[in-house]
């Protein structure tokens, strides 16, 4: 059987009929108990066993899936990288996971597809370039690779952005981080399954979880549509459903959750070859490696659990488009959908231990769950195998909301106040 993907594997699986290669990850029936237990088979709770098995010699870990794995925000983004946030505990964590995606495709011996075409965050006024400038410095102190860009700048990246003096949102410049771009979001999905796989994690997936097993104060493990399974380490990576597992476990997070529209055009050409956002029109886009135009919006700030957005939404995030690249008029939609994201007062995660001892959070990424993945992955696993804070991930414990110590992202995770 056919392990390693490689170009030799698939030109002597080619000359074979295809018939070698080994299933990517199996699919067991759950045990009654292991050392530790992730919740959730999207993009963070795939990291997370991945990392406990090759950071911390921790395999025999089960990863609980309601339904199919990477079918949840991890299939539902704009597959945006980036690390350009403004204080530096951001810039440690973003800056983590940025770092981690630039080797993950030889680390997991799988495509992820990174591409770091650059990523422009425009600017519409005077004043909306001086905070860009001071947005600058920030990360430049802060070591993250960020320009200010002129509107020549913005041409040369963006030649087909709508330029015309009667423009409704003209740019006056940009901040451009170069080594931003976009990855593949099921292969990111698919990558870190097949790896953890390969280490021994059981990956369960149409497991629902319906309780959590307390004894003592303590969490136990849980109990599932496919029976009880224990562990005294369990982790809950469930964006975009974390207040729901959380008052199933008996606690209460401080997060709203919102649908987050986004939808592809027809495939053309290569016409853009960065990623562009908007704050003016509230719409980010990039163009896929399928040549589908990829369309992001703002949050529809009505709380919902609903994956599929709604019609005003999607016409003000289309007007938005077509005030930024009128030429995209002519393009047929193909498909639209809302990913649920878990938004915290501050627009930061939440990582750290959750009131109900043995029980971890990962969880309240609101817009930037994607791009932080193999932070997130790092950073749970090393909670669920030695209690503690690693320093990144020590300023987004939950206890902040109690403390006061925020840390207000909303800017740099493109949220309106």
């Known amino acids: 059987m056919t392990r390693r993907y490689s170009a030799l594997s698939l030109f002597k699986e080619g000359l074979a009929g295809q018939t070698g290669w080994k299933q990517a990850w199996r699919s067991p029936e759950p045990k009654p108990s292991y050392d530790a237990i992730v919740i959730g088979g999207g993009g963070h709770g795939l990291a997370t066993a991945y990392y406990l098995a090759k950071n911390h010699g921790i395999a025999r870990v089960a990863v609980l899936e309601k339904g199919w794995i990477g079918g949840g925000n991890t299939g539902r983004n704009t597959t945006v990288v980036r690390s350009n946030y403004y204080y530096p505990e951001s810039v440690e964590l973003y800056g983590l996971a940025h770092r981690l995606y630039e080797g993950l495709s030889k680390d997991l011996n799988y495509n992820v597809m990174l591409s770091q075409r650059g990523m422009v965050n425009l600017c519409h006024s005077t004043a909306e370039m001086e905070i860009g400038a001071r947005t600058v410095n920030a990360m430049q102190i802060n070591g993250i690779d960020a320009e200010l860009f002129s509107p020549e700048d913005v041409r040369r990246v963006a030649p087909i952005y709508n330029f015309s003096p009667d423009a409704r949102f003209p740019v006056f410049g940009g901040i451009w981080q170069g ?7 099921d292969a990111v999905a698919w990558g870190y399954a097949r790896a953890a796989n390969r280490l ?11 309780d959590f097993i307390v004894e003592g104060g303590r969490c136990r493990g849980v109990q599932t549509t496919r029976g009880a399974i224990r562990s005294e380490r369990i982790g809950m990576a469930v964006a975009g459903h974390s207040s729901v597992l959380a008052a199933k476990a008996g606690f209460r997070l401080p997060i709203n959750s919102y649908a987050l529209q986004a939808c592809v055009s027809e495939p053309v050409k290569p ?13 980010y886009v990039s163009q896929s490696d399928k040549g589908e135009i990829v369309i992001g919006g703002g949050l529809d700030r009505i709380p919902s659990y609903a994956q599929r957005g709604n019609l005003p939404t999607l016409e003000a995030v289309i007007a938005g488009l077509l005030e930024m690249f009128p030429i995209f008029g002519q393009l047929k939609l193909m498909r639209q959908w809302a990913g649920i994201v878990d938004v915290v007062p501050d627009s930061s995660p939440i990582i750290g231990p959750s009131p109900l001892p043995n029980l971890f959070l990962n969880c309240g990424w609101g817009t930037g769950g994607f791009k932080a993945i193999p932070a997130g992955g790092t950073l749970l696993a090393n909670l669920l195998a030695t209690g503690k804070h690693n320093d990144i991930s020590r300023p987004f414990d939950l206890d902040r909301f109690a403390s006061g110590r925020l840390i207000d992202e909303a800017a740099g995770s493109g949220i309106a106040h």
């Open 179 to 185: 080594r931003a771009g976009t990855a593949r979001h």
């Open 200 to 210: 021994g994690v059981d990956i369960i997936q149409n497991c629902e979880i319906t």
């Open 271 to 283: 016409i853009l070859d960065t990623v562009v956002l908007s704050p003016g029109c509230g719409v």
